[in-house]
């Protein structure tokens, strides 16, 4: 009888270590296409390693296409309400939501997401960009600085008087507006339609999400000035974030924050290059590349809205100062 007692003890054990040992299965959603090199090759690869990295207590399935919730607009709010664990989302499509990452969307202050993801990701560590209270952010970058794309020429700032243009969110539309033209809001995936039909005249965007949302098919002219760019990323709601075993936890943290704003640096370095020097080749599409008097020109209608915003911000001096001590510092190797 003992000996049928202590087999039974240890075949419960080896159950009871067999249901611990099941892995939490999180849901990861991206409303873009599965083809858009910020999915396959930042947030895929980056799941990926996450999941390897929590020694089996979790696993993180994929949903790229919007299977979760196709509407840009409302990715937060399919955290919240625990639709999905995870959303790739962007602060400007909630207004209100996050203030603070406007700053980031102010015209002309980088050269490229390295910098710009690095800053930001400090930025928030540092506790200066609110409205992520209710989340665990793994990950806030940036995206390319963004150019003007539009369907008929644009050879000088004069060229875009009144022509209506996508704006992504607040600031973008007033960068839109110094520059003569009439700032649309839409989500991203309806501007090409929407330029197709003539009902904008083009958007500002980076050569990633020109091809990710078939822009590029139906604005054929670029002009080379720099606007702002957009944060982008990846958030869980903090009561799901609780939940997970000490390892998953340790695997997010190795692998997210600054070390994914430096990885997305560097793809997205790789893929605006190769997208802009195929696009360049192509004969149906033309190039504007600004002179040193252009520039200038550009600079100095642009430069106002970014003393206008850090002067109606409650606190628009420090975010911009801050910013650019952190940009700065990572341009100098720090």
């Not at 790739?88 to 996050?98: A, D, I, L, M, N």
């Not at 209270?133 to 539009?150: A, G, I, N, S």
């Not at 070390?259 to 640096?265: T, V």
């Amino acid at each position: 009888m003992i000996a049928r007692i202590a087999i039974l003890g240890v075949a419960l054990g080896v159950l009871s270590g067999a249901v611990n040992a099941a892995p939490m299965t999180l849901k990861l959603a991206y409303f873009g296409g599965p083809k858009n090199p910020t999915w396959g090759k930042v947030i895929a690869p980056w799941a990926d390693d996450v999941a390897a990295a929590s020694n089996g207590t979790i696993k993180i399935d994929k949903y790229p296409g919007g299977t979760l919730g196709r509407n840009p607009r409302v990715q937060v709010k399919l955290v919240l309400d625990g639709v999905t664990d995870m959303a790739f989302f962007v602060p400007s499509y909630t207004p209100g939501r996050f203030p603070d990452t406007e700053v980031m969307e102010l015209p002309g202050l980088f050269d490229n997401s390295a910098e710009s993801g690095v800053a930001i990701w400090r930025m928030y560590k540092a506790g200066l960009l609110r409205g992520f209270d209710k989340f665990k952010v793994l990950m806030l970058v940036m995206t390319h600085p963004y150019t003007m794309h539009t369907k008929s020429p644009v050879r000088s700032i004069s060229d875009l008087k009144g022509m209506k243009v996508r704006a992504g969110g607040p600031v973008a539309g007033a960068t839109i507006r110094a520059l003569g033209a009439i700032p649309v809001g839409m989500p991203i995936p309806s501007v090409a339609q929407n330029i197709s039909k003539g009902i904008i005249s083009g958007s500002a965007s980076d050569w990633n999400v020109l091809y990710a949302f078939r822009i590029v098919d139906v604005a054929k002219n670029h002009y080379m000035a720099l606007l702002g760019a957009v944060p982008i990323g990846v958030v869980m709601s903090k009561a799901k974030w609780d939940t997970l075993p000490a390892a998953a936890k340790a695997a997010f943290d190795k692998y997210s924050g600054e070390a994914i704003a430096r990885r997305n640096g560097q793809v997205n370095a790789v893929v605006q290059a190769a997208l802009e020097a195929k696009t360049r080749k192509d004969p149906q599409h033309t190039f504007v590349d600004l002179d040193a008097a252009a520039k200038k020109k550009w600079a100095d209608t642009v430069n106002p809205v970014i003393e206008q915003w850090a002067g109606k911000h409650p606190n628009g001096r420090v975010l911009l100062s801050t910013l650019k001590k952190e940009v700065a510092a990572v341009r100098a190797g720090k």
